[in-house]
């Protein structure tokens, strides 16, 4: 009994001195939940939450995000990249209505030059390319304002949760900006276990083993009645 309490001991001490040395290599204030970005006014940005491609639109979901989990059900997010799909579909449908048109015109002059002349031929292709040119620029705006729209109905939607979407214009990418309050402190969770656990393991393994070990080694209940007949006799 005595070598397993003694090993018990030691084995407490060296937990409590291992876990004070991880909590002094760790810092001791709060740290927010979030990744790494996080801003200096309370908002942390999620880089690239709706990643979207010009051919297959954005990425249908799966689960909703780790970081929007806690903001946006799965059922708001996935009808969200839904109205965004709808929105590339249409785009996609008119792109590839202007390069058949494109093709059937460069065709059409290539085909005129041979009869007309080159000088046709290299004027009509430079004012085809122009106009597809603006025609692809026109479509882009457009697909623009209509997902900055989608972005700003769903800001107001959920204007209480503090979220807001952004879009990027070049690639259509949309990022999400998470408004957490100030006055609310969240901790991590690997920083709560050396936190809480000093407090308590100090205050209760002193004071109930060294209670209980010197009355049973000391002066054990057998040996009193042993020992007492013999002085009678």
């Known amino acids: 009994m005595g070598i397993s309490l003694d090993q018990e001991q030691l084995l407490s001490s060296a937990e409590q001195?291992?876990?004070?040395?991880?909590?002094?290599?760790?810092?001791?204030?709060?740290?927010?939940?979030g990744p790494q970005n996080v801003l200096p006014m309370g908002k942390f940005k999620i880089p690239e939450t709706f990643s979207c491609n010009r051919f297959t639109g954005y990425e249908k979901p799966t689960t909703?995000?780790?970081?929007?989990?806690?903001?946006?059900?799965?059922?708001?997010y996935k009808s969200l990249v839904n109205s965004l799909n709808n929105k590339m579909d249409s785009f996609h449908r008119l792109y590839w209505c202007s390069i058949i048109v494109y093709m059937v015109l460069i065709f059409s002059c290539s085909f005129s030059g041979v009869f007309i002349g080159v000088i046709f031929l290299v004027v009509s292709i430079i004012l085809i390319v122009a106009v597809f040119l603006c025609f692809l620029f026109y479509l882009q705006n457009r697909i623009f304002e209509n997902i900055k729209k989608i972005c700003n109905e769903y800001n107001v939607q959920f204007s209480n949760r503090n979220i807001k979407f952004e879009v990027a214009k070049k690639q259509f990418k949309i990022s999400v900006h998470i408004n957490y309050p100030q006055n609310?402190?969240?901790v991590l969770p690997q920083y709560l276990q050396p936190q809480f656990q000093p407090q308590f393991q100090p205050q209760f393994q002193p004071q109930f083993q060294p209670q209980f070990q010197p009355q049973f080694q000391q002066q054990p209940i057998y040996h009193q009645n042993i020992y007492q007949p013999q002085q009678q006799q």
């Open 17 to 33: 001195q291992q876990q004070q040395s991880q909590l002094s290599e760790q810092p001791q204030y709060v740290i927010p939940i």
């Open 64 to 76: 909703c995000p780790t970081e929007l989990s806690n903001y946006l059900s799965f059922d708001d």
């Open 184 to 186: 609310i402190s969240f």
